[in-house]
Structures are given as C-alpha cells and as structure tokens.
C-alpha cells in the first residue's frame, strides 16, 4: 500500500514539474517575443527546431535578449524572463 501511494505521489511531482516547466517556458518565450518584436510562434519554431531564422535583425534581437538574460545573477531577473 505505502509503496502505491509512494508512486502517485511520485506520479504527480513529475506531472506538476512538467506543467510549472512548460508554463514557464511558455512565459519566457512571452517575454522573449515582447522585448525583441519578433513572434512568439516564431520563437516557438525555431526552439522546437521546426525552421532556422530566417531574418537575421530577428536572430539578433532574440540572441541579445537572451545573452543579457544569460549573463544575469540569479536574483536580476527583474529585467529578465517573468
């Protein structure tokens, strides 16, 4: 018995884990797309490697962007993917 409820529990942690992932990601590409103009499908695409960009003042915008997230301390995200 405890070993079933071991394994729910388990069970949902990873569900939750991957839902707050996936929000998150979905969040960031939100931010991304709103400081860099470019959009949030294309964003998308090139992330989940559906096509290469294309236009390269877009790749430049979306690299900046992430390089100076990139480049943040742990607490600067003020300014960074929310």
């Not at 939750?16 to 991304?32: F, G, K, Q, T």
Request: with cysteine; net charge positive.
């Amino acid at each position: 018995m405890a070993s079933l409820v071991l394994e729910e529990l388990d069970r949902l942690r990873r569900r939750a884990e991957a839902r707050l992932a996936d929000r998150e990601l979905r969040l960031v590409r939100s931010r991304l797309a709103e400081e860099s103009g470019v959009s949030v499908k294309t964003i998308s695409d090139w992330f989940n490697r559906k096509h290469a960009p294309r236009n390269l003042d877009h790749l430049l915008a979306v690299a900046r962007i992430l390089a100076r997230w990139a480049d943040c301390r742990p607490r600067c995200h003020a300014s960074g993917p929310h």
